[in-house]
């Protein structure tokens, strides 16, 4: 089916691309090769990607996600076995030419779920140039009333598309096929208030799970979220952690992390954010 995204190589690999290809193979923690390629390049925007891919056999099919380097924002992309393919967010309004020029690499096809963690310009900026040259086939969004400029020009660019528009909610699952499940965690109901930033407390919290792999999105969430996520009982533990809200101090609490107990964790921050990465 040409329609579909371009396979990952077969087999259980993960992988980390940034460039001209230096390559090196190190053992996973589980048995599963770590394939790390590395590439240099004196440009402004510079992507990487992540791409996990687990399989039974050289023959089966895998799961890939791919973390970009939009620098100050997220931008991660989901292709199950099945061919489904989910943009959790699409970075700042800088890096939407390079995104969508990267996406029309990788992908053949509209993306099936374009999903906005929450309407702030970091996650939300590169929409627009997605939509207009990759196209989505459904948007799903936390439904929070937070209006701004960038926001209203994606609704009127969707309804012009005719994209329909879900509302994202703790407690659903989205069905990747192929085995793989994204689990919606955050927001619940009602919607959190009197936060520090309640368009952030009230963002789309995900956990991709695909056999004994687990990713878990923690979008800009706040550590009202995250008490929320605890008391609720779902299965947290991750072998990838997004860190949430680009590695800030009013996330990541320490129970989280004790449930999460990941052995990854990749941070999405801009490049004069070195206090961050420290901490």
Sequence with gaps: DTRRPRPPAPGARAALF??????????WPHGYPLAVTAHRRLITWMALL?????????????????FFDVGQGDAILIVSPAGKTVLIDAGPP??????ESRLKQILSAPIDLLLMTHPHADHLGGMGRVLQGVGARLFMEPGIDHPSPLYSALLEQLEQKQVPLKVGEAGRNVELGGGATLRLLAPGKPLLTGTRSDANANCIVARLTYGRTAFYFGCDSEKE?????????????????????HGSRHSSGERLLNKLKPEIAIVSVGPDRAQTIIR
Excluded at 18 to 27: I, K, L, N, V, Y
Excluded at 94 to 99: H, V
Aim: aromatic share 8%; hydrophobic share 45%; charged share 20%.
């Design 18 to 27: 940034s460039g001209d290809f230096a390559r090196a193979d190190t053992p």
């Design 50 to 66: 992540l791409a996990w891919a687990l399989s039974a056999s050289a023959s089966a099919a895998s799961l890939s996600v791919y």
């Design 94 to 99: 800088g890096a939407g030419e390079a995104l």
């Design 225 to 245: 979220t995250e008490q929320r996520i605890l008391k609720s009982g779902e299965e947290l533990s991750a072998n990838v952690y997004k860190v949430a809200h």
